[in-house]
């Protein structure tokens, strides 16, 4: 699908992204030697940097001293001398979009210049001296009154439009502090939320997926998001057929529904919709008659949750549930977006299995558990007794079809660095499929960050990077929306985003709040969360770590590398449970959100600390990346008993030294607003941004991440990738397997140390003059 035109910041197809880049380093490269003197040798103290006492920085001086003089002889000089303030905004294409006239300037590195700001004999220094003819003078002095009088009114025109352009309470990015974020933050309110999740759900789903994708996004350009648009796929879709799948019992004829209900019960029209949505989207159809004790040559599946498997607070036998067979996004066109001119293969399931979702009271009806077994103190798994057999029919009725996909995707320009991202996702309902409101809890939330920034950014503030607000379509049938985006966008979200901040499902539970956060974002998450973890009773020990996550952020994390965080409340023992709970999707009316958080203070909480996190990230200097907690992360992943990771160990300790020095190196005068030089910066940002890059791999097992710095679930310290290796180590040292997997995380990690000590290299040879 062609996307429309419009202007500014938005990702599209086939556009020179050279156009949204910043200006060149070269440009205005007088001007930028007229902003600095040279320090004197004579004027140097024993406190002066160790860069000023070399004979590398004399011999640089000494030349910048013989340009400038240069400089001076040639004519015209005193034309450029009167520009030079006005050139310095010109050098920026964009300009007069992104108002660099209100953008302080930055200080020089390393104290090796001394910014001439604010002095009055700047020009008299290098102004040649009058001539001695008199009648000279008088022509002299006339031009440049003329010059004066004109460059007067000049002024006075600039004044005006720049006072229209940045009003007077304005902030500029260097003066940004928290005490601005928590003025932004504090217009989020509970009632705002609660009357958006309501509006919301008063929606009903629509066979197109444009009802609620139409709603979002004019309700988003109302708040004064820019440039909202939608941005529409065709896909394969996998929808329920015209009714329920069932399950019959061979040979008593008894046939049920996935619930457990008898077919033929009348009372099950109340609960119809929610029958016709319990089915596993991408499985093969039609019946099929199996065995549950069949050795081989399996045909089809029963998807249930036993009941020991559930914490003790929850009660779902009796409940049917969703699955999707598919990876993400859309199954016929697989690794590439489905736009017009891409071929599309033809597949109507992802399996030759007949795949079908059942509840657990089915499934005791299926196997005749006796009630004796049931123990309220032990569980008793769900088992067929032995050396009996259960042969059933089970009929599968999905239908599969090409239906249109919405994402709404809306922009606030950065004004330092407009070709840097911050993406926050939510989802919203397909209308493909009964889900509940959960999705409306997401959309509420990140609604109402957009507001709070926008109040801000209609008084004249920016962010220094770009922030991308995105509304997700077909989350819930493999995320599919934000697959086919992140695969038509690739190469650009590859190169210019920074972080990821995912609001999807914010609200599951009210015992415990904790995040999830890649490693180079604990840190900033830990922070975050720890005053709210101080005030109340809703944390525990370790309420940040790096799990594999639900949700649109998936494809984010495992196919470009981008740093992600996330911010939920969650009952603690669901937490603790295995991590397939995930994968089972359960409507969730409105009515169980409100009774999670009835007052909304739960939602006011996860828009505020991400609101805090997408701040911090989109208008600091200095990326707030931390790179030792990667090096900590690999070290902790292989501790332990495991004979076979002895060389990845070895690795991982060099990973970091080399992280160690890195930082302590680059991020802590990087921070120092004294040698906080432009270049310098944008280096280490591009540096921290990528730094996750190295960890993702090829060859995982089906249900793991290829980004190794996720793990599977909390129970799991290890590296996925090696968890089932690791079993056979000693029996089998020569399988070829567990060798390809050994040597994926080893390159991984040795990938990394090579990247942080060639970015040492690089801050090295600038800081000599070399480069």
Excluded at 174 to 203: C, G, M
Excluded at 442 to 458: K, W, Y
């Amino acid at each position: 699908m062609t996307q429309p035109d419009t202007a500014g910041l938005r990702l599209q197809r086939n556009n020179k992204m050279g156009e949204n880049e910043a200006s060149s380093p070269n440009t205005s490269l007088q001007g930028k030697k007229m902003a600095y003197q040279k320090v004197n040798a004579d004027q140097r103290t024993s406190g002066h940097s160790q860069y000023l006492d070399n004979d590398d920085l004399q011999t640089t001086a000494l030349d910048l001293e013989w340009d400038m003089e240069k400089e001076l002889e040639e004519p015209g000089f005193d034309q450029f001398q009167l520009d030079n303030a006005e050139n310095q905004n010109l050098g920026h294409s964009d300009a007069s979009d992104l108002h660099l006239d209100c953008i302080q300037p930055a200080t020089s590195p390393k104290g090796r210049f001394q910014r001439l700001q604010e002095e009055s004999d700047y020009i008299s220094h290098y102004t040649r001296s009058s001539p001695k003819n008199s009648r000279g003078s008088v022509c002299h002095f006339l031009k440049l009154l003329t010059i004066a009088t004109v460059l007067f009114i000049f002024g006075i025109l600039i004044g005006y439009y720049t006072h229209a352009s940045c009003p007077s309470d304005a902030i500029s990015s260097t003066t940004n502090e928290p005490q601005l974020y928590q003025e932004i933050l504090k217009t989020i309110q509970a009632e705002d939320i609660k009357k958006s999740f309501r509006n919301l759900v008063q929606l009903y789903p629509s066979e197109d997926d444009t009802d609620i994708s139409k709603r979002i996004k004019t309700h988003w350009t109302s708040l004064g998001l820019e440039d909202v648009q939608f941005v529409n796929y065709s896909v394969l879709l996998s929808l329920p057929g015209a009714s329920p799948s069932t399950v019959t019992l061979i040979p008593s004829g008894q046939c049920f529904l996935p619930s457990g209900q008898p077919c033929n019960q009348e009372d099950r029209k109340d609960n119809s919709q929610n029958m016709l949505y319990s089915y596993a989207a991408y499985s093969a159809k039609g019946t099929l008659q199996i065995s549950l004790l069949e050795k081989a040559g399996f045909g089809g599946v029963l998807l249930y949750i036993d009941p020991c498997d559930l914490p003790k607070t929850e009660n779902l036998n009796h409940d049917t549930f969703m699955v999707t067979l598919n990876p993400g996004g859309d199954p016929s066109t697989p690794g590439y977006p489905s736009i017009d001119g891409n071929f599309r293969q033809s597949r109507t399931n992802l399996t030759s299995l007949v795949v079908q979702p059942i509840s657990a009271s089915l499934v005791e009806k299926l196997i005749s558990l006796p009630a004796a077994t049931t123990n309220k103190n032990l569980c008793t798994p769900l088992e067929l007794p032995q050396k009996e057999k259960r042969i059933i029919r089970l009929q599968v009725q999905t239908v599969t079809k090409f239906k249109t996909v919405s994402n709404v995707v809306g922009y606030v320009k950065g004004l330092i660095s407009p070709d840097r991202y911050i993406i926050v996702g939510s989802h919203h309902d397909s209308g493909f499929t009964y889900i509940g409101q959960e999705w409306a809890s997401s959309t509420a939330v990140i609604t109402a960050l957009i507001r709070s920034v926008m109040l801000r950014v209609r008084r004249g503030w920016r962010p220094d990077r770009t922030i991308v607000f995105c509304s997700w379509g077909g989350t819930t049938l493999g995320n599919i929306g934000s697959y086919e985006w992140g695969e038509d966008f690739q190469k650009v979200l590859q190169k210019n985003v920074v972080a990821y901040i995912s609001l999807h499902s914010p609200v599951r539970g009210s015992s415990s709040l904790y995040s999830v956060a890649s490693p180079s974002l604990r840190q900033l998450a830990v922070e975050k969360i720890k005053f709210n973890c101080t005030r109340r009773a809703h944390c525990w020990e370790n309420n940040v770590s790096s799990v594999q996550i639900q949700g649109d952020a998936q494809y984010f994390i495992n196919n470009l590398g981008i740093p992600t965080v996330q911010f939920v409340y969650e009952d603690k023992k669901a937490l603790e449970g295995p991590s397939f709970l995930s994968e089972a999707i359960f409507p969730k009316p409105a009515t169980k959100i409100e009774e999670t958080d009835p007052f909304f203070n739960f939602h006011t909480t996860i828009a505020k600390l991400s609101g805090e996190v997408l701040l911090q990230i989109a208008s600091e200097p200095v990326l707030p990346f931390n790179a030792l907690d990667i090096a900590l992360e690999v070290q902790n992943r292989l501790k332990g008993d495991q004979p076979c990771t002895h060389q990845l160990l070895d690795m991982a300790s060099r990973l970091r030294e080399s992280a160690e020095l890195f930082q302590s190196n680059e991020m802590r005068p990087a921070n120092d607003p004294k040698e906080r030089a432009p270049t310098r910066v944008r280096m280490l940002n591009d540096i921290l941004q990528d730094m996750e890059k190295s960890f993702l791999v090829q060859r995982v097992p089906p249900g793991f991440y290829r980004n190794i710095l996720y793990r599977m679930d909390e129970k799991t310290p290890q590296f996925s990738v090696l968890l089932e290796i690791l079993e056979h180590c000693e029996s089998q040292p020569s399988n070829e397997t567990f060798q390809a997997t050994i040597s994926d995380v080893w390159s991984s990690i040795n990938s990394a140390q090579v990247y942080f000590k060639a970015g040492l290299h690089v801050f090295e040879s600038v800081l000599d003059g070399k480069n």
